[in-house]
């Protein structure tokens, strides 16, 4: 049987949820059945290193440059040459020029005919895929656009494209009802994401530097030091539990644009129990050690994270955000918080009220399985 010819389309790679779970995608589809280009429109980012080696990678147009950029973020460090780019980029968009434009920059860039397309974030990929004579298209939705259209000003162009795409696959049934609500379309199912279940197993047991030898409990979370993560209220939640007397660790995976912003606000709160670990290439074992993961995040489409603690052995507290309910199935695998800081503090004292029961909830998923097999299956069946 020959090989389906398939591309997926990015606008970056990226550190972030997006090119995580489509490196894992990509890596898991059976390679006598599927021969996979990915294009990343702006071609660069750290997950990039991260691609399956049996994947091409093929790069956008200069014309492309700006396509995951904000023009205030451009403003704010005064790229000139970018600001035109991108006031170019945004031109061709609201006077819908931009099909006619991407069906030219397509002729330079792709030389394949393919026999499945896939749009990996939807928004710009959307356009861009609906603007393509691959056989068959299909748009990728990770986020809730109940809570956050990143699409807002550009409704008319992306519901004009859906027109054109066979199906949205949205990896959490919440994410999907948002999307089909939002944008009026009907050809949508959900599929959670893919995990590195392996990666994840052999990770948490793997020898790293031990977290601080106390008795207190540990919490730990993971994220990019974004906006939508929240972290900073996490950070409060924390100072709030330690004022009701309950005494805690927390550990702080990760980085980005907010890092200086939270160093500062912990030194504010004078959280001396607060600790900044970085970006770490195995975060599974800093998972293992500690007695509870925290998602603070303000809105997420299916938080992988939840997922991966969970299969570290670690229970979960998490705002209410989509897909959690889907996740948190047993009472022993965590708590779900109303998503407010007054849910967060709440949730959180809640959580380490009873040490007890942590211990409980770690030896209960030990027999934690995640259903990637299934997971893939669908994904095979709709690609």
């Not at 069906?103 to 749009?119: G, H, N, P, S």
């Amino acid at each position: 049987m020959t090989a389906k010819k398939i591309l997926f389309v990015n606008d970056e790679m990226a550190m972030g949820g997006v090119a995580r779970v489509l490196n894992t995608l990509m890596a898991e589809l059976p390679e006598d059945l599927y021969d996979i280009d990915l294009l990343v429109l702006h071609n660069h980012g750290e997950m990039l290193g991260d691609v399956p080696a049996k994947v091409r990678i093929l790069s956008g147009t200069s014309f492309f440059n700006t396509v995951d950029e904000s023009l205030a973020n451009l403003w704010a460090r005064k790229d000139w040459k970018a600001i035109f780019s991108k006031i170019r980029l945004l031109f061709y968009m609201k006077t819908g020029l931009i099909k006619d434009k991407i069906r030219r920059e397509r002729q330079k860039i792709l030389d394949t005919q393919y026999d499945v397309e896939v749009a990996a974030k939807e928004g710009f990929c959307t356009v861009f895929t609906a603007c393509g004579d691959s056989k068959r298209k299909i748009n990728w939705v990770l986020t809730d656009y109940s809570v956050c259209n990143y699409s807002s000003n550009h409704m008319g162009l992306v519901k004009n494209a859906l027109q054109k795409i066979d199906l949205n696959i949205a990896d959490s049934r919440q994410a999907l009802i948002a999307y089909e609500t939002v944008f009026r379309v009907q050809n949508g199912i959900d599929i959670h994401n893919l995990m590195k279940t392996d990666k994840i197993l052999e990770g948490k047991n793997e020898e790293t530097p031990e977290l601080l030898d106390t008795d207190l409990p540990k919490c730990i979370s993971g994220a990019r030091f974004h906006p939508q993560k929240s972290i900073d209220r996490l950070l409060k939640a924390s100072r709030y539990a330690w004022d009701q007397g309950y005494a805690h660790e927390l550990y702080l995976i990760g980085g980005g644009e907010e890092e200086e912003k939270l160093r500062n606000l912990a030194k504010e709160l004078r959280l001396d129990h607060v600790y900044f670990l970085g970006y770490k290439d195995n975060p599974y074992s800093y998972m293992h050690q500690c007695d509870l993961f925290v998602l603070s995040s303000l809105y997420e489409g299916f938080a992988t994270v939840i997922s991966e603690s969970l299969i570290a052995g670690t229970p979960v507290l998490t705002t209410n955000v989509s897909g959690c309910e889907e996740q948190i199935t047993d009472p022993l695998y965590g708590w779900i918080t109303e998503n407010s800081q007054k849910g967060l503090n709440e949730g959180l004292t809640e959580a380490l009220k009873d040490r007890n029961k942590l211990g409980q909830m770690k030896d209960h998923l030990k027999d934690y399985v995640y259903p990637n097999e299934e997971i893939l299956q669908q994904f095979i069946k709709v690609l």
